[in-house]
């Protein structure tokens, strides 16, 4: 079974300041990997994915993901944050055993705050 | 072009009965994934329907069943509610051949008393 920790459950950060969100994963075979942004009271939005290739990945809203294969992390950052960044943040994760259906499977989450 | 809607957003029942929540997913997709996002946590995958069939099932027990109709439209439909049920029940729609691409609507939120 694969699985996705989110290291920090809450973040917070002040404006134009640099931020990271830590994910890691643990899966037995070959993955794609997701972060997804909610902001209230609403659904789940995809900022970025990876699937092969390069293991920089950028997303929209200037974020920003690598991919590390040897420390099975995929963690996301931003040079500098707004506050509309404020918002929960989810890493993902699929493998191709499930096929067709991309089965994702989601971390706890972690809240960025970005502060004034 | 309308994206992926739920209905009903907001649903109270009571311990025993049994609901249906709905979605239509984005214009020209083709598979529906159901999830269940608890209080705090990240969502679970329940099932997904293509072709009006269940494809892929996550750790739910049968309670928790689903459908989907001819213009793609799914319904999910949870029987013998508990209270561990109450969550934020969230669709999400997606095109078979591109299946990793995922949009996401805005959820129901289900509160059993």
């Known amino acids: 079974a694969q699985s996705v920790t989110q290291l920090d459950s809450q973040v917070p950060v002040f404006e134009e300041a640099p931020v990271e969100l830590r994910c890691n994963y643990s899966s037995s075979v070959s993955v794609y990997l997701f972060w997804y942004v909610q902001y209230p009271n609403q659904g789940l939005q995809l900022l970025l994915k990876?699937?092969?290739?390069?293991?920089l990945v950028k997303g929209i809203n200037g974020f920003e993901a690598e991919f590390n294969k040897s420390q099975t992390s995929f963690h996301l950052r931003k040079p500098s944050v707004h506050i509309s960044d404020t918002a929960e943040y989810f890493c993902a994760v699929s493998d191709d055993r499930s096929g067709s259906a991309r089965q994702l499977t989601f971390g706890s989450g972690t809240q960025l705050t970005v502060l004034p | 072009d309308a994206g992926v809607t739920q209905s009903p957003t907001h649903l109270i029942k009571t311990r025993g009965q049994q609901v249906t929540l709905r979605c239509s997913p984005k214009?020209?997709?083709?598979?529906v994934s159901w999830y269940q996002q608890a209080l705090g946590q990240g969502p679970q995958f329940i099932f997904q329907y293509y072709e009006e069939e269940e494809r892929q099932r996550g750790n739910f027990p049968d309670r928790f069943s689903g459908h989907q109709y001819p213009n793609y439209s799914s319904e999910l439909n949870v029987n013998a509610l508990l209270l561990g049920d109450s969550a934020l029940y969230l669709c999400?729609?997606?095109?078979?051949?591109?299946?990793?691409?995922?949009?996401f609507g805005s959820g129901t939120q289900l509160s059993v008393l």
């Open positions: 999400a729609s997606s095109l078979v051949q591109i299946n990793e691409k995922l949009f």
């Open positions: 214009s020209g997709h083709d598979t």
């Open positions: 990876y699937l092969s290739g390069s293991t």
